[in-house]
């Protein structure tokens, strides 16, 4: 064909179970999780058989589908994991084109940068049939019939004699007019590509110009997390592995929920039933950036998605150091030794939240949790690195600039461990000695405020240098000094050292006294050493830190100012020309 055109499904090919039932059984469509929905499946085989028998035909259809679109040869790069039919299309129009032909599809925008569509859109840039792709949010609905969140593209394609040296793109436009505006689009070659998404060849997802000018700047002073290499070992100087412990739909029945429990048998959060440990199940709704005790979940039962939300901890709830954060479910810890070892996670692990946007306050956000099961939502990072290492590692996940660059790449509301390899960061060796003094106690004031995580907090203290140990008395000491006292008159619950190590030494200070302004100017100044660190200019942190325009109208409205901008702007100077 001399040109293709066209607006190919958006659908996933995979059988969908619920979709299937919802206009066919509420009860099933509307169950809690994927183990009482297959046994109210199972039940239509006495009660409905020509449901069921309608269920088995649809699923072998779609199973007969699956199999041709993998096996058959006709889509070799988009054939492959999760399969969906807009990925499909593409290739299949790619090539039906002439050599002389164009393809002008409106397509969902994960064609450039999901992970199953990766080979596909490599493929377009080696050999440059990539001539522009648009996104749109639909937030102004100019598809009236699709939800508001959802983004498309219009994306063309060239043939093989019409090669692209450069391809344009734009995103997050909601308008055609945006089109015009020529600093929301900006042009990007296989090896701008390369530099920024190494590992996948997938595309950034720059607002402007500007956006993939410093982002650029960034990855050319800085590595990425997790270097893959195909024909030699990966270059992973954190020593990073990534684990999702528990789905919430496949291994329900794992879970012991309210009902099942007994209360009286309590040890914090976690659960003694006879022989048994049952470990508190920690979703990402339960924590937040250095907090692991952020929020209860409560079950909001009309809900029909979506039953378990946050009921956040107040200040003064969080100032009482033995306030858990109270999950929905439980599961035995023979289940999370099976998951992971007690000698690969003794005190517990780093764990960032999955479930984001690149519009959401913060796209990133990591804590260090401690030794709990934990759903599929919020993955674990686990490291060959010391504590100490391992609380830097942190600092960088939670920082603006890390966060900054997420968000130029993620265009995504699942945050797959793809986007966390290639993200630039510094690496372990640039945290020296004395860095991770000035580092390390601040950061441990932010996490270590409840006796959830004693057991981490005696582990970086007897990995801690002497120096590195003084730091971090002289941290306690001005937590006490400014916050009235701080812990000093706390006492550790009964069921403290039932989780406590054995071993020593142990960290010889109560947990610091949870205080929200002085975590913000702690945080604000965790983030100018970061930035010093990333060799950013004052005029890119500052550009970076205004990008962050939900945080900046919260704080408008409480303080008055941009009070996080103006703390670590102010610390940013201070840290300039300091050389650890």
Avoid at 58 to 71: P, V
Avoid at 222 to 231: G, R
């Amino acid at each position: 064909f001399d040109v293709i055109i066209g607006n190919p499904p958006w659908e996933k090919v995979e059988f969908q179970e619920k979709e299937f039932f919802i206009t066919k059984s509420e009860d099933i469509a509307n169950a809690q999780n994927k183990a009482e929905r297959g046994d109210l499946i199972n039940q239509l085989k006495d009660e409905n058989t020509q449901l069921y028998e309608d269920f088995e035909k649809a699923k072998r259809r779609s199973e007969n589908r699956g199999k041709f679109f993998r096996d058959s040869g006709r889509y070799p790069l988009t054939g492959k994991g999760d399969l969906n039919y807009y990925h499909l299309f593409a290739e299949h129009d790619r090539k039906s084109i002439n050599v002389n032909g164009r393809v002008g599809i409106v397509i969902a925008s994960g064609i450039a940068t999901d992970y199953y569509s990766r080979d596909f859109f490599q493929d377009l840039i080696k050999n440059k049939q990539l001539v522009s792709l648009y996104d749109f949010e639909n937030s102004n609905g100019l598809f009236p019939e699709v939800h508001k969140s959802f983004k498309f593209s219009l994306l063309t394609l060239t043939g093989n004699n019409l090669p692209e040296q450069q391809a344009e793109f734009a995103f997050f436009l909601t308008k055609l007019e945006h089109l015009r505006i020529s600093d929301r689009k900006f042009s990007l070659s296989a090896t701008d590509i390369e530099l920024l998404n190494p590992n996948t060849e997938t595309c950034p997802t720059f607002k402007s110009e500007k956006d993939a000018a410093l982002t650029k700047k960034i990855y050319d002073r800085n590595d990425i997390l997790i270097e893959e290499k195909e024909d030699s070992q990966d270059k992973n100087p954190w020593g990073i592995r990534f684990l999702r412990m528990f789905d919430m739909a496949n291994d329900s029945n794992l879970f012991y929920d309210r009902d099942t429990i007994e209360n009286k048998n309590r040890i914090g959060n976690l659960i003694k039933q006879g022989s048994e440990i049952r470990l508190p199940l920690y979703e990402g709704k339960m924590y937040d950036s250095y907090n692991s005790r952020a929020a209860d979940i409560t079950l909001s039962e009309n809900n029909i998605k979506r039953k378990g939300q946050s009921s956040y901890l107040t200040e003064q709830e969080l100032q009482d150091p033995s306030r858990l954060p109270e999950p929905r479910y439980w599961v035995d810890s023979s289940e999370v030794k099976n998951e992971i070892s007690q000698s690969d996670a003794p005190y517990g692990y780093l764990s960032y939240k999955a479930v984001t946007s690149p519009t959401n306050r913060r796209t990133l956000i990591a804590t260090q949790l401690p030794r709990v099961s934990v759903s599929h939502n919020t993955p674990l990072i686990l490291t060959d690195s010391s504590p100490s290492q391992e609380i830097c590692l942190l600092v960088n996940l939670n920082s603006y600039v890390l966060d900054y660059v997420i968000r130029n790449k993620a265009d995504t509301t699942f945050l797959s461990f793809f986007y966390i390899k290639q993200a630039a960061s510094p690496g372990p060796d640039d945290y020296t000695p004395e860095l991770r003094k000035e580092i390390v106690p601040k950061a441990l004031e932010l996490i270590y405020t409840g006796w959830d995580l004693v057991n981490f907090a005696d582990y970086v203290w007897a990995d801690a240098s002497d120096p590195l140990q003084k730091a971090i008395k002289q941290q306690w000491d001005e937590n006490v000094q400014e916050t009235n006292g701080g812990n000093t008159d706390a006492e550790a619950p009964g069921w403290v050292e039932t989780v406590r190590s054995s071993g020593g030494p142990h960290i010889p200070h109560l947990p610091f006294k949870y205080d929200e302004s002085r975590r913000l100017d702690i945080k604000a100044e965790l983030n100018a050493i970061v930035a010093n660190i990333y060799d950013i200019e004052y005029r890119e942190f500052e550009y970076i830190l205004d990008t962050f325009s939900s945080v900046k109208r919260d704080q408008l409205d409480k303080y008055s100012e941009y009070r996080t901008k103006q703390l670590a702007m102010n610390y940013f100077e201070e840290y300039e020309d300091q050389s650890w």
